[in-house]
């Protein structure tokens, strides 16, 4: 089934302040690599249920694949939210597990608890486990909208701030990936610059 698109737009929209938006929306592909080509296995959507975080979910649903370990398989998701300190925990375990799978993630926005900011510290342990992490951009949003979305032949539109936030919020993730070392490379540089 595919997602209605007045669903699709509320969750994913990558607003600066997204209020209201408490659940996560997650669509995936799924693909095996043959040699030089890859095979399309599965794609569709996934939402928070009763309690369990949709990162949970999805690891739920592919373990039951009973993956062939002689095979490699690559995952995509675009998530309307980046995995919370818990799911990227049990994320990054997960790639550890199947060394012969790789994640790529790309997040509509990052989420960030109130209580605790644990969250830059499970993205950077997600990303040292092998997942690939980034922000959607215009061409994310095109191809979910083309390939998960019930648009009934609309071209997808972008609305106001698209890519002003997509840039905003990679600045904002690259900053949390960069490790800490580097950024004290770059603070020196500017000190010696005069910047």
């Known amino acids: 089934l595919l997602m209605k698109q007045k669903k699709f737009l509320y969750n994913f929209k990558n607003l600066r302040w997204a209020k209201g938006r408490h659940e996560t929306y997650l669509c995936y592909v799924v693909k095996r690599r043959d040699s030089a080509t890859s095979c399309s296995l599965d794609f569709g959507y996934l939402r928070n249920k009763s309690g369990c975080h949709v990162e949970v979910l999805f690891l739920r649903y592919i373990s039951a694949w009973e993956l062939d370990p002689r095979r490699c398989y690559r995952i995509t998701w675009f998530t309307s939210w980046s995995p919370?300190?818990?799911c990227a925990r049990h994320v990054a375990d997960f790639l550890r597990a199947y060394p012969n799978l790789t994640l790529?993630?790309?997040?509509?926005?990052?989420y960030f608890c109130e209580d605790r900011n644990a969250e830059p510290e499970g993205l950077r342990r997600l990303h040292?486990?092998?997942?690939?992490i980034a922000i959607m951009t215009f061409k994310d949003y095109f191809y979910c909208w083309n390939t998960f979305?019930?648009?009934?032949?609309?071209t997808f539109k972008a609305w106001e701030g698209l890519h002003e936030n997509s840039v905003r919020l990679a600045r904002k993730l690259r900053r949390i990936l960069l490790p800490l070392y580097e950024v004290d490379d770059l603070r020196e540089a500017f000190q010696i610059l005069g910047l």
């Open 84 to 86: 919370c300190y818990d």
């Open 149 to 154: 979305v019930e648009n009934r032949q609309r």
């Open 128 to 132: 040292r486990a092998g997942a690939q």
């Open 104 to 110: 790529r993630i790309f997040a509509a926005r990052l």
